[in-house]
Structures are given as structure tokens and as C-alpha cells.
């Protein structure tokens, strides 16, 4: 039986990890739409925000599908949709590659799966899609999390061969509850204390309380890096290794912010069982099938 490099929330103590494989598995000299220098950034920093990265219309179109999406009584009243805690606003819509919208036909856009394919250097499926929305005033906050962290122990993605990306669907002001990451914490595997309670996935996506770090464990990874903000205008695109500490605070303005997602895996990369609970996510989570997404 082979030994799980990452173990968490497995009954022992907090305590952080190296990192076991590449952060660019075909290095900074990859082919794809990304350059040299940029791919160099995203490996030393495991992050790179690129400013207005798709055009006008397709964030515009993206924006209609958001509209209608949401008013769709079947997904509105299906697991696809995520409601705030407290003030029950939309707060996040799942697996909307697979809607009939402008979602689906942007998963597969080389500018977004086309960086995925250079950063992981194999073909790519979605792990999972969304919208996450933050309404003026209600939209509340995404607790410090590794993205990766979830999806080993509750999805079994075996290794760090993911990449995710956010989409800026309206302007992202450092007001407005915005994206923050810590600057090389991709390097760092914190594995958290504890176990997973069942289902968990019902309470998490609405507010995380497995998963997410102390303050020692924050003040040590700031010991290392800075946290950066995803301040860009509707068009701007973060992409972001899957174990970089993350979240995002509040947004209490009277300005809203949306947001699309992807993650991209690789094919080699395909989820087995989970590490860390007996019973995987459903689907509209975490895909389970890796078919690859058409090139070109």
C-alpha cells in the first residue's frame, strides 16, 4: 500500500508539509499562451493575475448566463446552487461548464484551458465548476483554505496537478471582497487536525470550518509571503496553483462582485478515493469522469 504523501484530518496534529512534486511540470519552457516570464512568476509566486484577459462580449455573456441561471427554478432548487448562511443570497452556482451557456464553451477557450495545459503539461478535464457571487452588502467571506487540501482528502485527487482559475465577471476592487492569496504558500501542504465530519460538503461550501488554518499556522506562511489581492477589471483572470492558501473577506460595499471558476486537472491526475473520508463529493463538485476537453 502506498503511503499518502498528505495526509489530513486524519486524527493527528496540525502541521505543515513540503510540497512533493513540480509546480510546472513541463517548466517555464512549455509551449502555450502563457511566456517564459509569466510561467516563471507562476512557478516562484503560484499565482499570476493577467489583466483583461478575455474580451468585452464573452464577460458580458458570461454575465446574462449568470442572470438566467439563476432565475432557472430547476437549478435554483437543485444542489447546484449554494445559498449564504445568514442572509440566504445566492452565494455560489456549481457545474455550470455543463449548462447551455456561455460556461460551457469557455471551459474548453485556450486562453483558459490552453494555460491550464502548459502549467500541468498534459491534457486537462474540469474538476469542478462554478460562479461565485457576492452581492452588495450580504456577500460573505471564503475562510483561508488549500484547495488542494479539500479535493485529496474528500475528492482523492492523488497529486498537486491542478490548476484553478478566476474569472472576474465585474470589476474586482480590494473593497469589494476580493480574492487574496499568500504569495508562495503553494509550496507548503498544511494538514489539518481532526476528521472530516459525513457530508460535509452541505455545510462547507456555505461557510468552511474543516480545513482552515490557525493563526500560527497563517503567521508562519506570512513569515514567507505576502498576501496579494485580485484587484482587476471585469475581464481579468487569476490563475492559481490548487495549493495556494487563499480566501476572501466580506463584502459589505454596495458594489457587487462575481466571479467565475474553473479547475482544471489533468487526465493523469484523475481522483481516485478520497484520503480522508469514506464516501467521495458528488459530481457537481468534483467530476469523477476525466474526459479530456477538445484542443484548438
Aim: aromatic share 8%; hydrophobic share 35%; glycine share 8%.
Amino acid at each position: 500500500m502506498t503511503t499518502d504523501p498528505y495526509p489530513s484530518r486524519t486524527g493527528g496534529e496540525q502541521r505543515m508539509l513540503d510540497r512533493q512534486e513540480p509546480v510546472l511540470w513541463g517548466g517555464v519552457d512549455a509551449p502555450g499562451p502563457l511566456t517564459r516570464d509569466q510561467l516563471a512568476q507562476f512557478e516562484s509566486d503560484g499565482f499570476i493575475i493577467l489583466q483583461n484577459w478575455l474580451d468585452e462580449d464573452t464577460v458580458a455573456a458570461c454575465l446574462d448566463d449568470v442572470e438566467a441561471l439563476g432565475a432557472n427554478p430547476e437549478i435554483a432548487g437543485s444542489e447546484q446552487s449554494i445559498l449564504e448562511p445568514d442572509s440566504g443570497a445566492l452565494r455560489s452556482l456549481f457545474q455550470v461548464h455543463k449548462t447551455d451557456s456561455q460556461f460551457s464553451s469557455l471551459a474548453a477557450d485556450d486562453r483558459l484551458a490552453g494555460v491550464a495545459r502548459q502549467i500541468v503539461n498534459d491534457q486537462v478535464y474540469v474538476h469542478q465548476s462554478r460562479v461565485n457571487l457576492k452581492p452588495a452588502l450580504h456577500g460573505q467571506s471564503f475562510s483561508w483554505h488549500s484547495d488542494f487540501e479539500t479535493w485529496h482528502v474528500e475528492d482523492g485527487m492523488p497529486a498537486m496537478r491542478a490548476v484553478s482559475c478566476s474569472v472576474a465577471l465585474t470589476d474586482n476592487h480590494s473593497w469589494n471582497g476580493p480574492l487574496l492569496l499568500i504569495r508562495g504558500s503553494h509550496l507548503r501542504y498544511v494538514a489539518f487536525a481532526g476528521h472530516t465530519p459525513d457530508d460535509n460538503y452541505r455545510t462547507s461550501l456555505r461557510r468552511q470550518e474543516h480545513g482552515s488554518p490557525d493563526l500560527d499556522t497563517l503567521e508562519e506562511l506570512l513569515a514567507e509571503g505576502d498576501i496579494v489581492e485580485f484587484d482587476a477589471p471585469a475581464g481579468s483572470v487569476a490563475f492559481f496553483d490548487c495549493n495556494v492558501m487563499h480566501g476572501s473577506p466580506d463584502n459589505i460595499s454596495p458594489v457587487a462582485r462575481t466571479n467565475g471558476f474553473y479547475v482544471y486537472n489533468a487526465v493523469s491526475n484523475a481522483l481516485v478515493e478520497p484520503f480522508g473520508t469514506d464516501t467521495p463529493r458528488p459530481a457537481h463538485i468534483a467530476e469523477r469522469a476525466a474526459a479530456p476537453l477538445p484542443v484548438g
